[in-house]
Each structure stands twice: as structure tokens, then as C-alpha cells.
């Protein structure tokens, strides 16, 4: 059995931070890559942010220098910290895991207006 969770969405104004934060039971973090995804209504979902089993990683190009992704091999926890959000960060975040990313949470919205 495996399970994902996602916490720390919100409403932000334009300019605010957020962390997120993905906990996984059933499967072992840093066995695996890790990577935060994001959807919009209307938009297809896109990658945000990735990191692997060695922690390097890699951003989409509107999120870099605002977001830092992270991970707590302990834990089995991953993080993505937000700042000066914008409207266009607005959506639906997924963290996800596993070979082919096959393990998905259920999704925390973060809402910047």
C-alpha cells in the first residue's frame, strides 16, 4: 500500500510564500526521484520541479529562483518552497515518486491573487 500526501497549500496574495510538503508511506524516498507537478483549470499538467536520489535538481524555467524543492530522506518527505507566488502559480500541486513516477498524491491547491 501506497500513499502520498500532500499539505501547505492556500490562498497567498501575489508576492507571498508557501511550503509544500509530500509524505509518502508504502515506498522509500530516496530510492527514487521526486517531483512536484502542477495543473490549472483549462491547462495540461506540467512539471515544476525535481529532485533525485543524489539531490541535484532541476526547475521549470518560470519557477526558477522563486521555487526550492527538497527532500528529507527520514522523513520520507519532500518540499517545495514557494516564494513571490504569482497568479500564474495558481493550481492544483502533485508531488509524485517511484519508477516512472507511478505513485501520485492526491493534490494541494495553492491559490495567488
Known amino acids: 500500500h501506497v500513499q502520498l500526501v500532500e499539505s501547505g497549500g492556500g490562498s497567498v496574495h501575489t508576492g507571498g510564500s508557501l511550503t509544500l510538503s509530500c509524505t509518502a508511506t508504502g515506498v522509500t524516498y530516496k530510492n527514487y526521484c521526486m517531483g512536484w507537478f502542477r495543473q490549472a483549470p483549462g491547462k495540461e499538467r506540467e512539471a515544476v520541479a525535481a529532485i533525485d536520489s543524489e539531490s541535484n535538481t532541476t526547475y521549470e524555467d518560470s519557477v526558477k529562483g522563486r521555487f526550492t524543492i527538497s527532500r528529507d530522506n527520514a522523513k520520507n518527505t519532500v518540499y517545495l518552497q514557494m516564494n513571490s507566488l504569482k497568479s500564474e502559480d495558481t493550481a492544483l500541486y502533485y508531488c509524485?515518486?517511484?519508477?516512472?513516477?507511478?505513485?501520485w498524491g492526491q493534490g494541494t491547491q495553492v491559490t495567488v491573487s
Open positions: 509524485a515518486t517511484g519508477r516512472d513516477f507511478g505513485y
